[in-house]
């Protein structure tokens, strides 16, 4: 709404009102075709996330960038192909640029103003005796831009009065309680009231796109993790195959640079480095990766500044180039574009440790996925407890929708943050 409401204001501004009806169709189509650059570019700069609403200094920073972004891909794509466009605007996309900046942080500081101190707050009560509650209760004191005030964290206790006290209007709670017959009970009778009755999981899920490890047992699993999804998984197999083949013929010449500069970069180290993986099913399968060790030897995470890394192995690294040999693990079926790491038969034997490791290797494993890009890697079995909490959440939404938009995180994390 705001990027079609700029251009109407950048039209009668730039033609007048006379002139803003032909104006106004001459640019709708090719500005539409744009839009889409915009809103890739401002999701791909986390934008449209809720701590991005805080109008701070950095968020400013990201604004202007993804606007100058927009801005020099739109120009791009107006003067590459100027017989589709058919227009090749210049001090007009200029004062579009400005109008709709202003109009963005106008509207994101209505938006936090309605969310922090006007009446679309929700007011929340807290049920249960979870740790996993303090992390909620400081997360949403601290971003109250979310729209939730925590009114209340109590036991199963008085539960109607704190809420007509409170003028509850979501309830959170432990999944637990809802086998206690007086609790189910008061919350039946407020069926009336509209009050939102959420489970713990379901919420924290929600607010933090990952699953609250503790918090689950092998009921959850059972009624929500589902493994035949037969269309969904042929869907994705033909996208992994044709697209890999392409980036396979497309990365050719690359692919033989690498080689020989990784050659000369190591004496002794391999060009190809393979390395043995736990795949779907517990499988293992050999991960194919250009070599970027001396020797590989030493601790089983790589560390920052590790000695065994050689100068060219470092660039290849920081570029994920070191990647490109994973596309025939793809074209083969080890592995898809999108799932949870496959990990080396060391560490998956260390993180069985952890509780419900194994429902990571119930689906294939990808070149990258949403642990991946929400979580840095792993280098001890607590920061692999955080990332499983990713890999589940995965497992349990995965979609084509999710695969494309973890596809599009992915392009921005090769560029801005490399491992």
Excluded at 233 to 244: E, G, M, P, V
Aim: net charge positive.
């Amino acid at each position: 709404m705001i990027l079609y409401g700029a251009l109407i204001l950048t039209l009668i501004f730039r033609y007048g009102p006379n002139y803003f009806r032909e104006s106004f169709y001459a640019h709708l189509k090719p500005f539409s075709i744009i839009f889409v650059i915009w809103l890739v570019t401002f999701y791909l700069a986390d934008l449209y996330k809720e701590k991005r609403l805080r109008i701070s200094p950095a968020t400013i920073q990201v604004f202007i960038l993804a606007i100058i972004i927009s801005v020099v891909s739109s120009v791009i794509l107006f003067y590459l192909f100027p017989s589709f466009f058919k227009l090749t605007p210049k001090t007009n996309l200029a004062i579009f640029a400005l109008v709709f900046g202003i109009l963005n942080i106008g509207w994101r500081i209505i938006l936090v103003k309605i969310y922090i101190s006007g009446g679309w707050r929700n007011r929340l009560l807290l049920i249960g005796d979870s740790p996993i509650i303090d992390e909620l209760i400081n997360y949403l004191k601290n971003n109250p831009q979310i729209g939730y005030d925590v009114a209340a964290q109590k036991s199963e206790n008085d539960i109607s009065q704190i809420i007509a006290k409170n003028k509850i209007n979501i309830i959170v709670i432990q999944t637990y309680l809802k086998k206690d017959r007086k609790i189910i009970k008061i919350f039946y009778q407020l069926l009336p009231s509209k009050i939102a009755i959420v489970d713990l999981i379901t919420f924290y899920e929600t607010i933090f796109q990952k699953l609250p490890l503790k918090e689950l047992d092998e009921s959850w699993f059972i009624d929500k993790i589902t493994t035949r999804r037969h269309l969904y998984d042929a869907i994705k197999r033909l996208i992994d195959i044709c697209l890999s083949l392409f980036l396979i013929i497309i990365f050719l010449p690359l692919i033989l640079i690498i080689a020989i500069l990784t050659k000369l970069s190591s004496r002794q180290g391999p060009v190809i480095y393979k390395q043995e993986r736990i795949g779907v099913n517990n499988k293992p399968f050999t991960l194919y990766k250009f070599g970027t060790m001396q020797v590989d030897e030493g601790p089983l995470w790589t560390t920052e500044n590790d000695k065994r890394l050689t100068w060219f192995g470092k660039i290849l690294r920081y570029s994920h180039l070191d990647e490109i040999p994973q596309l025939y693990n793809i074209l083969k079926g080890d592995i898809s574009f999108i799932g949870p790491r496959a990990e080396r038969r060391e560490l998956v034997e260390l993180y069985k440790q952890l509780p419900y490791y194994e429902i990571r290797h119930i689906i294939k494993p990808g070149l990258t996925g949403w642990a991946q890009l929400n979580y840095k890697p792993s280098a001890s079995l607590e920061e692999a407890r955080e990332k499983l909490q990713y890999d589940i959440y995965y497992i349990k939404n995965r979609s084509l929708v999710l695969d494309l938009l973890i596809l599009l995180r992915t392009v921005r994390y090769l560029f801005i943050s490399p491992r």
